[in-house]
């Protein structure tokens, strides 16, 4: 079946510097990637929609100049928390689809939890 | 985000009861997929269907799209401490994605 790849699962970081965080389709090509951000005990919240050649789109409230997210091939996205606070301390978690999401599903990856200190 | 109503919000039952999870809109799926969560882990597909009035089974879970195809429930026999988790139903199209406000179940051995 489809596998995502999420990479780092745990990250700590100092308040000011950036974390990069890789979401890769193993056995598939993804046009479309998804980023979101889940709070404890709370369902997933997406953030923006990665476009694989193309500007990613944010949600309402998603500063983009904060979580840069780059879709440079098929295969790879990567989001990116710059200059990152206590308060992006969360799980983020990506995921991808095959083909047309809505019948072929939504493969996500095992997530990473990021720890801003 | 729009969020799909799910409820319970919680649940927390002795190992071997029965339990239902509901998911509603107040308008039409798509198609619609269930998902279960652990904790620190990403979603796990479980389940997509697609037809008003669909019933799929998947061992001691039952799920049931609406012959409206604007509710969804989850029906889980027998409930095991494996069981456990966050029971998540999600709207998904090629370019957008609606996510449930989530269930989480405990069960008790």
């Known amino acids: 079946g489809a596998v995502v790849s999420q990479h780092p699962s745990r990250v700590i970081c100092k308040s000011g510097t950036s974390v990069k965080i890789e979401c890769r389709s193993l056995?598939?090509?993804?046009?479309?990637m998804f980023w979101y951000r889940q709070f404890p005990k709370q369902s997933l919240m997406l953030m923006a929609t990665?476009?694989?050649?193309?500007?990613?789109?944010?949600e309402q409230g998603v500063e983009k100049d904060k979580f840069l997210i780059n879709h440079a091939s098929l295969t790879l996205s990567t989001l990116t928390v710059t200059s990152a606070h206590p308060e992006d301390s969360s799980f983020y978690i990506c995921?991808?689809?095959?083909?047309?999401?809505?019948?072929?599903?939504?493969?996500f990856g095992s997530g990473t939890r990021l720890t801003v200190v | 985000t729009q969020l799909l109503e799910q409820s319970p919000q919680f649940l927390s039952i002795q190992e071997g009861e029965n339990l239902t999870v509901y998911c509603n809109s107040s308008?039409?799926?798509?198609?619609l997929q269930w998902y279960r969560q652990e904790p620190g882990e990403g979603p796990v597909l479980l389940v997509t269907v697609v037809t008003g009035g669909e019933v799929k089974k998947l061992k001691r879970l039952t799920f049931q799209f609406g012959d409206a195809r604007k509710d969804s429930s989850l029906h889980i026999t027998a409930a095991q401490p494996g069981d456990t988790g966050l029971y998540l139903c999600?709207?998904?199209?090629?370019?957008?994605?609606?996510f449930g406000t989530g269930t989480k179940l405990q069960v008790i051995p």
């Open positions: 995921s991808a689809t095959p083909g047309q999401g809505g019948n072929y599903g939504y493969t």
């Open positions: 056995d598939f090509q993804a046009t479309t």
């Open positions: 999600v709207e998904g199209g090629y370019q957008k994605v609606t």
């Open positions: 308008s039409v799926f798509s198609s």
């Open positions: 990665s476009n694989e050649g193309s500007k990613a789109t944010y």
